[in-house]
């Protein structure tokens, strides 16, 4: 027997694997999930979804009415318009099923977040990277050369705030590269599960003008709402778009968990509240980061906060001849510290290290200080 070619690309997540694979007593500046509290009307809505004695039904595919409509309410689009997924994650791969097959390409950033590549190979699909600017912001020209280099391409991610650099995109941005994938029929999905959590000024999204044909952006639970284990997430956009992905989807799940929509119905139910404190927590977070960053490193300039969530792009001093990923193992195995080898974001990652300083404060601040050891 051997596997279908789809699942003969799959590989472990690096990002596991890291963690995985780690000597006791190591500080994990490694995965990129909120350590902050579910909020407590989260947990009770999962704790009166299911009773003792009584059902517990599948739903409608498409979600219960109650979560579709509080979605649609919150993004401020119809419910055509609005698709409901096991994560943002099962979102992208039902939009990449639905609209790249054999032959195709799908356009990706390098760096960019590890599951696009993979997604559009489970598709039979081919990843197309295509640049960002030196600061890691999206540069529509670079993008729109990438473009141009291929008829095949028939779907194209952004990401920003960014996995893994925490860079932005500017709303003009955002809005050439979606005129540039217009003009060639491309589907453009802008990922921005990362935007709600920032330290500044809300970062820009690509359907703040309004719904545009052939664009679908991304939300999550997972992030800002502080609730990654109820695997909810969303894409919202272009009807036409959302309509083949959203029969992939139920194809792959039936339904979203009941108590996961519960949970996020009350999320949503409190959503200025939720966000608000994630936020407050974010910047606790980056305080403890930015500090320990100045005490560790003196003589290097502050790092720069970013657009929106919680990674560090960090270059690697590393030992000369030495990958990337030697780099970092060697940095777990011997200093006990987890991030993530940037190659696994990309051929451009080469060089740099993912640093998520989304953990308790004090072990962000003990991880740097294990960092600023290293040679
Ligand atoms: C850029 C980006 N998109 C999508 C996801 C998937 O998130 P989820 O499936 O939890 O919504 C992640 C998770 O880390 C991510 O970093």
Redesign the pocket.
Known sequence: MRPALGAAALAPSVIRAMGAGAPPGCVSLGL?EPSWALPDAAARAIAESARPGERLPYGPNAGTPELRAALSAYLGTPEEGCMLAA????A?FALFQAWAGEGDEVLVPDPG?V?YPTLAAMAGATARPYSLADDGSLDPERFAAALGSSSRVRVAVV?HPA?PTGAGAGAEELAAVAASCEGRGVLLVS?E??RELYLGRRPAGVLDGGTRSGVVA?G???KAFAA?GL?V?WAYGDPEALAPARLVHNAMTSCLARPSQAAALALLGAAAETVEESRRQLALRWAAFESAMRLAFPDEPPPAPPAGGFYHWLRLAGRAGEDTLASCLRLRDERGVIVVPGSAFGSRGEGYARLSWAGHPGDVAEGVKRLAAYD
């Open positions: 990129g994560g943002s994650q099962a992208l977040f599951a990401n996995n990922d599960v990362y991304l999550s639970m997972s990654p695997r997430g």
